[in-house]
């Protein structure tokens, strides 16, 4: 009898288990590597660089780096330590000029939005006062809006030239505008003065509240870097000591370079996730 009810349990299982969904699952691919550089070149501001372009500038960092630490020390191991700090040199360069670009443009947001609400309020049409954004803007915005005004002037398509600014713009506060913007033209109204007002005064204060926390931040962000290179600069300092330096080539110098770069790695990654602020995400992108 328990036989019995076991096999029409595990039929039962059997039965739910096949009457499921016969579709088979699919993944959504994520951005390829070559995606996700390019995207990080545009929110950096450097447009005259391609992601294959980046690649070959890391590996001839490498290259130079290793080439010029043997010949200062005459230690393989120590070398490759340092070409691989190189390597990634380039991309931290542009990282860095990522966050500069979305600082400056922060704080360059409400007074482009200042200057479309009086345009509207002048009479002007949502994309006139847009494209008067070329002219009239902030300096590092005019590139922008100028394409944007050439593409509506050649379409007419308001919501396929504003993907286009927002992908100009690589820009998380871009974004922002741009939906909002989006929004106020399928809705309509007369309140559209109202809400860029309204828009201009959160993005002041937003702006406002992460420059004093990215102020604070900066001492954390400096002691993990100050950390994290000082043991390798003393490493360096040490080439002039070329028997010190020649043990680090056996298999156990090369075992503790290797403890040491990955605690080192682990360190700066914890204290930068300590004092990292949120990073703001891009809006429908």
Do not use: H
Request: aromatic share 6%; glycine share 10%; hydrophobic share 50%.
């Amino acid at each position: 009898m328990g036989a019995f009810l076991g096999l029409l349990l595990g039929a039962g299982l059997l039965l739910i288990w096949r009457s499921g969904p016969r579709a088979p699952s699919r993944r959504v691919a994520g951005p390829g590597w070559a995606s996700r550089r390019a995207e990080l070149l545009r929110q950096a501001g450097v447009e005259s660089v391609s992601a294959g372009q980046l690649l070959a500038l890391q590996a001839i960092s490498a290259l130079l780096a290793l080439l010029v630490v043997q010949l200062l020390t005459g230690t393989f191991a120590v070398a490759c330590c340092f070409a691989l700090f190189a390597f990634f040199g380039p991309v931290t360069v542009v990282r860095r000029m990522r966050q500069r670009r979305r600082v400056a443009l922060r704080e360059l947001w409400p007074e482009a939005i200042d200057n479309l609400a009086s345009a509207v309020r002048a009479g002007m049409s949502l994309p006139e006062g847009l494209a008067g954004l070329g002219t009239s803007g902030p300096l590092p915005l005019r590139p922008a809006f100028t394409r944007f005004a050439a593409g509506y002037r050649g379409s007419g398509r308001f919501a396929d030239c504003l993907d286009s600014l927002k992908r100009d713009l690589a820009d998380p506060v871009g974004d922002r505008v741009c939906e909002t913007l989006r929004v106020a033209r399928e809705v309509g109204g007369t309140d559209l003065g109202a809400v860029l007002r309204t828009l201009s005064e959160l993005l002041r204060v937003d702006a406002r509240t992460r420059a004093e926390l990215e102020t604070r931040q900066g001492w954390t962000v400096s002691a993990a870097r100050l950390a994290v290179a000082a043991p390798w600069l003393v490493l360096l300092l040490l080439g002039s000591q070329s028997t010190t330096l020649r043990s680090y080539d056996s298999s156990g110098g090369v075992l503790l370079l290797g403890i040491g770069g990955a605690v080192c790695l682990l360190a700066y990654r914890i204290m930068l996730r300590i004092g990292r602020l949120p990073e703001e995400p891009r809006v429908l992108r």
